[in-house]
């Protein structure tokens, strides 16, 4: 039963382009979700989250947006960079445990 | 970057040995997680521990468990390996203040079972 979902193994963009980054949650409870950002041989690192409270969150490049009637978040990432290029996850706690996505590969292409 | 160190970065074992992974934090949180990342299955709980010798399973324990006898280390331990547990293999720490959840992962393990 995977209570968060990332159904797009893949995207690639073009440099300067927008990103967005699909979530989608089964589980009613989840009241906070974080995005993590992954580059091979490294740790998940933490990037930006939203609190159910809100809609949307924004952190300089990185924005977050939360339709809980939906059970559907995204990241949008604008403009991209290649440097944005890694894997993300998103994930949603409780409990003190985080569940993850399965993550989307991101490729930005120069 | 959250202080936290994984041992060893690499591991080739053959199926049947024991292999224990070590995960170490300076920052003196309470929460600790081993996790595995696998194709296909995003990060997946293995154990976590919300104190000395308070420890509980996650989401695919079968196969591991785990022990910490001190705040800063939490021990991860394959009894008998097998080719399915090649993985790799995250350490997270949280404080679990503010209400926040965030977790802060070390840089992981590769483990190869033959």
């Known amino acids: ?110 | 970057d959250a202080g936290i160190t994984q041992s060893p970065r690499h591991k080739v074992t053959e199926t049947g040995t024991p292999v224990t992974l070590r995960c170490h934090q300076t920052e003196n949180h309470r929460y600790m997680y081993w996790y595995r990342q696998d194709p296909g299955h995003g990060l997946r709980l293995i154990h976590y521990s919300y104190g000395v010798k308070d420890t509980d399973k996650g989401e695919v324990s079968d196969g591991y468990s785990v022990s910490r006898s001190k705040t800063e280390d939490f021990l991860l331990t394959l009894e008998s390996a097998t080719s399915s547990q090649t993985s790799v293999y995250f350490c997270a720490i949280s404080a679990q203040s503010e209400g926040t959840d965030t977790q802060y992962f070390g840089p992981g393990t590769r483990l190869t079972v033959l």
Not at chain 1, 64 to 81: D, G, R, T
Request: hydrophobic share 35%; charged share 15%.
């Open chain 1, 1 to 110: 039963d995977q209570q968060v979902k990332q159904n797009s193994p893949s995207l690639s963009v073009q440099e300067g382009r927008i990103s967005i980054l699909n979530c989608d949650y089964t589980n009613s409870m989840f009241d906070y979700f974080l995005w993590y950002k992954k580059y091979p041989a490294e740790g998940p690192t933490f990037l930006i989250s939203i609190s159910s409270i809100k809609d949307k969150n924004e952190d300089g490049r990185f924005t977050v947006f939360l339709n809980k009637s939906a059970k559907h978040l995204s990241l949008h990432i604008v403009p991209s960079q290649p440097g944005d290029s890694a894997v993300y996850f998103c994930a949603a706690p409780s409990y003190g445990k985080l569940t993850f996505g399965q993550g989307t590969i991101l490729t930005v292409h120069p």
